[in-house]
């Protein structure tokens, strides 16, 4: 998993190599047959889908990058696919559209006429989306689920001034400054408040991650990028560690 995630062009593999390995980790305490679903596709996803070819699962990713789609079933099915002698798409769906719209988006699930354990959030990174997509997950999922956040310290509530600055760099313009009205709570204390307030129990799950992080090659081999992503707040050094965090939700 590893191997193949450190093959991938910069442009595909976008979080660390320990974060993948969290993730596959909390796979394992799925509950039943795993159907996965993430926004965002990426390394991430060969964790997921390689989780799906052992325990017969099932992966259903959204991105509106359809070229990161595309790269990524030709990188599976050259690996994971001839390794297991399978065909990569009987275990993977990529969704060429965003998570939140209204018939290509998670809501499609439903006409699936199965039921998700497993979510990772990794799109817009703004709790307007986050916070639609959890809504969506929640109203389709098994009565006990397993939801991972990605970049979970970030607090933007509609727009993503990081990345907004990084185009904005691109193209020689001045950055704008985050105002009140677009800071919300960090994401993980915003789902933990909206699942509560929807009648759902939750509970963190502990994983490796604060101590794997701080070793991590990944860092390291991408270290001049990462100076770049941290002078434009897209990553913070000092809450790298919180970067996942992970919740088992239950219906009441």
């Known amino acids: 998993m590893i191997f193949i995630k450190r093959l991938l062009p910069r442009w595909v593999n976008g979080i660390p190599d320990s974060e993948i390995i969290t993730l596959y980790q909390t796979c394992k305490k799925i509950s039943g047959k795993p159907i996965i679903i993430e926004t965002g596709c990426g390394a991430s996803t060969i964790a997921f889908v390689l989780y799906a070819i052992l325990k017969n699962?099932?992966?259903?990713?959204?991105?509106?990058?359809?070229?990161?789609?595309?790269?990524?079933?030709?990188?599976?099915?050259?690996?994971?696919?001839?390794?297991?002698?399978?065909?990569?798409?009987?275990?993977?769906?990529?969704?060429?559209?965003?998570?939140?719209?209204?018939?290509?988006?998670?809501?499609?699930i439903k006409e699936k006429r199965i039921k998700p354990n497993f979510a990772f959030f990794d799109s817009d990174h703004t709790w307007k989306t986050v916070g639609e997509e959890l809504k969506l997950f929640l109203k389709i999922s098994k009565k006990d689920s397993i939801i991972a956040f990605d970049d979970a310290y970030?607090?933007?509530?509609?727009?993503?001034?990081?990345?907004?600055?990084?185009?904005?760099?691109?193209?020689?313009?001045?950055?704008?400054?985050?105002?009140?009205?677009?800071?919300?709570?960090?994401?993980?204390?915003?789902?933990?408040?909206?699942?509560?307030?929807n009648n759902y129990k939750s509970t963190e799950i502990k994983t490796n991650f604060?101590?794997?992080?701080?070793?991590?090659?990944?860092?390291?081999?991408?270290?001049?990028?990462r100076q770049f992503m941290n002078k434009l707040g897209m990553e913070e050094k000092n809450k790298i560690t919180q970067r996942?965090?992970?919740?088992?939700?239950?219906?009441k």
């Open 210 to 225: 604060k101590s794997l992080i701080l070793n991590d090659l990944f860092l390291k081999y991408y270290s001049g990028d």
């Open 57 to 108: 699962g099932k992966v259903y990713s959204w991105d509106t990058n359809g070229s990161k789609g595309f790269f990524l079933n030709s990188v599976m099915n050259e690996s994971l696919g001839k390794t297991f002698g399978i065909n990569i798409n009987d275990y993977w769906n990529f969704i060429a559209s965003s998570s939140t719209e209204t018939y290509s988006g998670i809501n499609l």
């Open 154 to 197: 970030y607090n933007y509530k509609e727009h993503n001034i990081p990345y907004i600055n990084m185009i904005r760099s691109k193209l020689d313009l001045k950055p704008i400054k985050n105002f009140k009205a677009n800071i919300s709570k960090p994401f993980f204390d915003e789902a933990k408040n909206f699942i509560k307030k």
């Open 244 to 251: 996942i965090r992970i919740l088992k939700v239950t219906k």
